[in-house]
């Protein structure tokens, strides 16, 4: 040994290395967060493995060595008092590379990076895509055949919307089936074959209903079958957070906008078709019959929505000639589109089969869930679950009255706008191509910042066609895609860190926690948006929104204000959210725990989800019983009914936020 304890020599610092604890060591020493302590007193605390002189801001630094030298040194000369030199030495060299070592999520320090284009994980690629198809599906089917077709009212657009959604709000127990039940040892690829060919079942189903089925009962089906696929695409989450784990720190999140790139890619595919196969006269021709043998209609709220030019010219066969509305003149009826995307499901099954996946042993229920108790107690969890929530609730409320309104004052018909959702989805797949390759390392909340308020002054342009001081269609598709473009920065920001939370053997059940938290408000969202109406009763028909009188204006102008000022205060809870994925990481070290919390977020998202679970199914299911009361964003049932109802929700909600 070098006799002078101040120098440190080329041999000291071998034999320090050689006699560093191991990890499964410190793990041991550590075990029930006891703490060893040696005959001279010193502590044996546990840290993550590591790289000893690598620098956190550049892996490949040749002059990292260096400074790690010099940190020794330097700490040896301060080394505290009753320490012998070699402790100090020891803690310095662990203090040099835990800096670092928290960035590495990874199971192991030998697992590679996977290529998700291979052969043994296309398909996970595939499985967003025919995710793509099937929300883009849903979801892009509601403005043609409610609002267009049926002249649904706004209540009754925003429940569907958020009723075809709801099973996103249930991931968290499709991760626990997922991660607690393997199936012949495998707990996610199983699960991903189950869930798609549940779902083509239920489309199936659909497509033997026929095209005469009641808007309401398709809005259920839809719903259904989407359980199907979110029951598989939380497994695949699962194999997505896998993969990324394995990703360097500088590339993380090249595998998230990978796959969420292929989901718009898949929602473009189907808005397509809808946009060729659903702009003809059939759905966009209120009263169009095909069968000249059938008479036409004479029912009252049908001819008040007929074109009134066609009506006139020829008062006894109007509903066998095309309207201006209908781009095409043929149809895809609604079998055609429901096999189609079955046809889709169904061809990927195989790549879903031949995916690869390590056998593992089914945990003890118990033990996992201890485990995953303790996993939501982690404030690195729970913060991150906070910012989500209260982010989603109050920057997802909308005008629920600007979709009849499009339709009325814009003459935005299927064609229109199927375009406009066409070019929204391409956007969002430029920008997600764009943030992955320049935005990967820029703060997520400078991110958030900038895109929440770039969507907001994009939407305070439709003052401009409330006060019909420019309306066109074409004017609010480009404010529309504009705001949408801006919004892939919020998107990626809230959930790139949603990686660096989950822990490895936790990944599946760990991000669909997340992630449910987060969907669990979205349909309190909707909510929110359909009782809002509860205060401005002529926008929640389209009939009162085309009499364009000036109260019906100022009670638009006025809810437009109230949703932009509720979506701004979404950005009071940005401290929630960590800056980067170092910051994250740093936090998930801390290891800070609160069992407080961890129940207020149970407790929250249940009671938020079970609400507006029951509160959307109503409206939808039971619309024409219940779809006038005022709690439900009807007008009222009488003219004695109460706004108090409506009033004390929302500003339950909103107290809830607040206090938070």
């Known amino acids: ?72 040194a330097s700490v040896v000369l301060e080394q505290a008092a009753g320490e012998s030199a070699e402790e100090s030495k020891i803690s310095a060299l662990d203090s040099i590379k835990k800096t670092d070592d928290i960035y590495n999520i990874s199971a192991s320090e030998n697992d590679e990076q996977i290529d998700p284009l291979s052969n043994d994980h296309i398909g996970i690629v595939a499985n967003y895509f025919s995710v793509g198809l099937m929300i883009g599906g849903s979801t892009s089917l509601l403005y043609p055949i409610l609002i267009v077709k049926s002249g649904a009212t706004a ?20 991760g626990f089936l997922s991660d607690c039940f393997p199936i012949f040892g495998y707990k996610r690829k199983p699960y991903i074959v189950i869930g798609w060919s549940f779902c083509a079942v239920v489309l199936m189903l659909l497509a033997d209903k026929g095209d005469d089925i009641d ?41 998230q906008t990978l796959v969420y790139s292929m989901n718009k890619l898949g929602q473009i595919a189907i808005n397509l078709l809808i946009l060729s196969g659903l702009s003809g006269p059939s759905m966009n021709c209120p009263g169009y019959e095909s069968d000249t ?58 790549l879903y089969i031949r995916l690869k996946e390590d056998k593992v ?23 991150v679950i906070l910012y989500g929530m209260i982010s989603h609730i109050t920057f997802g409320v909308m005008n629920a009255a600007k979709m009849p309104a499009n339709y009325v004052w814009l003459d935005l018909h299927t064609f229109q706008h199927q375009i406009m959702v066409i070019f929204e989805k391409l956007v969002f797949f430029i920008g997600l191509s764009l943030v992955r390759t320049y935005a990967l390392n820029i703060s997520w909340r400078k991110l958030v910042l900038v895109g929440s308020t770039t969507v907001l002054v994009f939407n305070s342009l439709y003052f401009i066609i409330i006060y019909d001081v420019w309306r ?55 909510v929110i948006s359909y009782q809002l109406l509860a205060f401005f009763p002529l926008l929640n028909d389209q009939e009162s929104i085309a009499t364009d009188t000036p109260e019906v204006r100022s009670q638009f102008a006025s809810l437009r204000s109230i949703v932009i000022f ?29 069992s407080a919390w961890g129940w207020f977020v149970v407790v929250s998202a249940l009671t938020f989800l079970c609400y507006s679970t029951i509160a959307t199914f109503v ?35 909103c107290i809830i936020l607040l206090w938070n």
């Open 1 to 72: 040994m070098n006799p002078n304890p101040d120098v440190i020599g080329c041999e000291e610092v071998v034999d320090i290395l050689e006699n560093i604890p191991s990890d499964g060591e410190r793990r041991a020493a550590t075990d029930g967060e006891h703490r060893t302590t040696s005959s001279r007193g010193f502590r044996l605390r546990r840290l993550a493995s590591f790289n000893i002189f690598r620098s956190p801001e550049n892996d490949h630094d040749d002059s990292s060595a260096t400074v790690g030298a010099i940190n020794l």
């Open 155 to 174: 209540s009754l657009m925003a429940a569907s919307y958020a009723v075809v959604m709801v099973f996103w709000s249930y991931k968290i127990v499709f």
């Open 215 to 255: 808007p309401r009962n398709l809005v259920i089906m839809l719903s259904i079958a989407n359980l199907g696929y979110v029951w598989a695409d939380v497994s695949a989450d699962g194999f997505m957070v896998w993969v990324a784990h394995r990703e360097p720190i500088e590339k993380r999140g090249k595998m």
């Open 293 to 350: 043998d059938v008479p036409c209609t004479t029912e009252a709220v049908v001819l008040k929505r007929v074109d009134t030019e066609l009506l006139q010219s020829n008062p006894n066969r109007w509903c066998y000639e095309q309207c201006h509305d209908a781009t095409f003149g043929w149809d895809l009826s609604m079998p055609e589109f429901a096999l189609s995307i079955c046809f889709v499901i169904a061809a990927s099954i195989p």
């Open 361 to 383: 042993e089914a945990e003890p229920r118990g033990a996992f869930l201890n485990a995953f108790w303790k996993q939501l107690q982690r404030r690195a969890a729970w913060q």
């Open 472 to 526: 066109d269609a074409w004017f609010y598709m480009f404010t529309d895609v504009s705001a949408l473009f801006m919004y892939t920065l919020n998107f990626l920001a809230s959930h790139a860190c949603m990686v660096e939370v989950a822990e490895p053997g936790y990944e599946a059940i760990t991000y669909s926690l997340i992630t449910t938290a987060t969907n669990a408000v979205s349909p309190l969202s909707a």
């Open 566 to 594: 509720l979506n701004l205060s979404s950005l009071l809870s940005l401290p929630l959210l960590p800056r980067q994925k170092k910051e994250t990481r740093e936090l998930v070290a801390k290891g800070e725990k609160s």
């Open 619 to 653: 409206t939808v299911k039971y619309h024409d019983v219940y779809g006038c009361f005022k709690i439900l964003g009807g007008g009222g049932c009488s003219a004695e009914e109460s706004s108090s109802p409506a009033l004390i929700l929302v500003s339950i909600i």
